[in-house]
């Protein structure tokens, strides 16, 4: 059968400046006139975490929609990092002072983005400004523990296992030490089973013991529901993460502004970093921005 269409792919690994860590995204680039049918084909294609479409838009400078393999997503930050990067290298901006200004429509929304230039290095900063954190429904720490293969004295008390949104709902866990994510062997089938009727789409599992001193917090995230295991670093979360740090006291919040520093992905061997910062303190946040660099690891065509 003769091959009609071609749209050009970049695959960068987000979170990271080291080519092979991070986590992996396949941008597509000029998809203003690809079906959604098409689109799904082409992230089972690509079969990344997730692939991230870039159009044009009404209401804002660019329209991003999200794939996995699995299902359409309303917003994921990894691939935003990876499109923002593939933006800037291929020349669709142009970073002409040291802070460029953008906008996004997602369908959560419009979201401000800065991109932050380091002519030294070249790994652009890219920072997301998420949606105020909500702080939704509350759940039983037994029934996690169990689905994750901890015990109880391994959930971080008193503090609740507590979905929180900046634009997607992630449900929070905290556990006392790096031991504990050590341990963790999830049941998959109860996992998805304890997400059923639940108002989260994936779940961070986070201690304060970090594996490096400049750290602030160290994560695993699983999203079974969405055909993701283990996620090796999640933007999306990080947001939710740095608003739950702070809500509940487990860092001191310097004013205005707390940075925070969000290691993952050594359980899946792709490191990387997420840098959230958070204004405000537990009475209140009034917003939150999530940011990380990326590296080009491919460029390509998809015939079709």
Known sequence: ?????????????????????????????????????T???????????????????????????????????????????AAFHALVEIGRIDLLQDVTMTRLETNTGVLDIDIVRNESTG?????????????????????YAEALGLSLADIH?????????????????PVSTQRSLDRIKPNWDRLKELQTDSDYVSLSVFTRDTREPTSDAQVRHFGPAVGVYEDPV????????????IRYGFMETPFPVTSIVIEQGHYVDRPGKIFVEVRGDQEGIDQVKVSGTGVTVLKGTIHF
Request: negative net charge; hydrophobic residues 35%.
């Open 1 to 37: 059968m003769k091959q009609k269409h071609s749209l050009d792919i970049i695959q960068v690994d987000a979170f990271t400046d080291t080519p092979f860590g991070g986590n992996p995204a396949a941008v597509v680039l000029a998809a203003d006139h690809v079906s959604d049918e």
């Open 234 to 245: 999640s933007g999306s979360a990080a947001g939710s993460l740095g608003s739950y740090i």
């Open 157 to 173: 008390s008193p503090n609740p296992l507590q979905t929180v949104s900046t634009g997607t709902p992630h449900l929070m866990i």
């Open 123 to 143: 790994h652009h900063e890219i920072q997301i400004t998420h949606k105020t954190p909500r702080f939704l429904d509350t759940y039983d720490p037994k029934d």
């Open 39 to 81: 689109m799904h084909k082409i992230a089972r294609e690509m079969n990344v975490r997730e692939t991230v479409f870039i159009s044009k838009s009404r209401v804002a400078d660019f329209r991003f929609r999200y794939m996995t393999p699995k299902s359409e997503i309303d917003f994921s930050g990894h691939p935003t990092i």
